[in-house]
């Protein structure tokens, strides 16, 4: 079982940037398709982006042109760079593979944007 630790959420600025980190452990993630999700208050878990182990990305619409998703099999660690951000981008953002495996869920880092 791959355990996932997010960090690097924070307090920022409209139009500011966070880069956020996914780091696995107990086994590799090389072969998997990784993703980040967020949850906002009173909204239900989505998907922001998504990276296969083929290098395949999926971004959600509204984060397109502002989120860069990467990966480091190297390091085991998955990164999403955050730019532009809005007040909408508030939220905990968490990794996992995909499907999401349900014992694999982290804590999260929450990010909070200020207008």
């Known amino acids: 079982q791959v355990q996932l630790v997010e960090s690097g959420g924070g307090l920022v600025q409209a139009g500011g940037s966070l880069r956020l980190s996914c780091a696995a452990s107990?086994?590799?993630?090389?072969?998997?398709?990784m993703g980040w999700f967020r949850q906002a208050p009173g909204k239900e878990r989505e998907l922001v982006a998504r990276m296969g182990w083929n290098g395949v990305i999926y971004y959600t619409e509204s984060v397109k042109g502002r989120f860069t998703i990467s990966r480091d099999n190297a390091k085991n660690t998955v990164y999403l760079q955050m730019s532009s951000l809005k007040p909408e981008d508030t939220a905990v953002y968490y990794c996992?593979?995909?499907?999401?495996?349900?014992?694999?869920w982290g804590q999260g880092t929450q990010v909070t944007v200020s207008s």
């Open positions: 107990g086994r590799t993630i090389r072969g998997s398709t």
């Open positions: 996992n593979e995909l499907p999401p495996r349900p014992d694999s």
